[in-house]
């Protein structure tokens, strides 16, 4: 059975940084794509970021392009979201996601329906 847990949310000042992690287990998370999405009140899930199964190629959102840095660590079952220069925009809950789907570069698997599986999300409130 596939599981994903977040961690790492909180409350940090617009400006500053967080990193969130996500411990896998279940299925085979080496050759899976990792992506990590959002939701604030009354708005959609949007994409944030999502890595191939080898770290090699990564793809971000508008918003977040230059600021959130995804990465994971196959050894460990373990994906990770740097988040730097928080703007208070950033405020949502944030979830890990699974594909068995390849992610092959930039633009792909940036829908939350090409993702087989979920964590429960974390809580990341950034103040001004």
């Known amino acids: 059975q596939v599981q994903l847990v977040e961690s790492g949310g909180g409350l940090v000042q617009a400006g500053g940084s967080l990193r969130l992690s996500c411990q896998a287990s279940?299925?085979?998370?080496?050759?899976?794509?990792m992506g990590w999405f959002r939701q604030a009140p009354g708005n959609e899930r949007e994409f944030v970021a999502s890595?191939?199964?080898?770290?090699?190629?990564?793809g971000y959102g508008d918003s977040v392009k230059g600021r959130f840095t995804i990465s994971r660590v196959n050894t460990k079952n373990m994906v990770y979201l740097q988040m730097d220069v928080l703007k208070t925009d950033d405020t949502a809950v944030y979830y890990c996601?699974?594909?068995?789907?390849?992610?092959?570069?930039?633009?792909?698997?940036?829908?939350?329906?090409?993702?087989?599986?979920w964590g429960q999300g974390t809580q990341v409130t950034v103040s001004s």
């Open positions: 996601a699974r594909s068995d789907k390849r992610f092959l570069g930039p633009g792909m698997r940036e829908r939350p329906e090409e993702y087989d599986w």
């Open positions: 279940g299925g085979t998370f080496g050759t899976d794509t």
């Open positions: 890595i191939s199964w080898n770290g090699a190629a990564s």
